[in-house]
Nanobody
Framework: QVQLVESGGGWVQPGGSLRLSCVTS????????MTWFRQAPGKERELVGFILNTGEYVNVTDSLKARFTISRDNAKNTMYLQMNNLKPEDTAVYYCRNAFGSWGQGTQVTVSS
């Protein structure tokens, strides 16, 4: 059974940082490009970025790449999203997805003072 479980979200003040995790099981994680998405209230889901299976290539959406970093640990079947200097507009539910198109349930990130 394929499972993707996001965690690490929460409330943070503007300028703060969070690290999200996507822990996976049920598929060969090391063979999958993994992707982060987010969906803000009232908006469509948008791409945050992706990382190739080996971790050697990462692409983060241009508007976020100065603040967000994607990494992975294939030994732990886990992908990470490091988010720094968070802004209120980063408030969203963050999702991970594997190459098969399987999604996690999402983790809420709220940035406010």
């Amino acid at each position: 059974q394929v499972q993707l479980v996001e965690s690490g979200g929460g409330w943070v003040q503007p300028g703060g940082s969070l690290r999200l995790s996507c822990v996976t099981s049920g598929f060969t994680f090391s063979r999958h490009t993994m992707t982060w998405f987010r969906q803000a209230p009232g908006k469509e889901r948008e791409l945050v970025g992706f990382i190739l299976n080996t971790g050697e290539y990462v692409n983060v959406t241009d508007s976020l790449k100065a603040r967000f970093t994607i990494s992975r640990d294939n030994a732990k079947n886990t992908m990470y999203l490091q988010m720094n200097n968070l802004k209120p507009e980063d408030t969203a539910v963050y999702y991970c997805r594997n190459a098969f198109g399987s999604w996690g349930q999402g983790t809420q990130v709220t940035v406010s003072s």
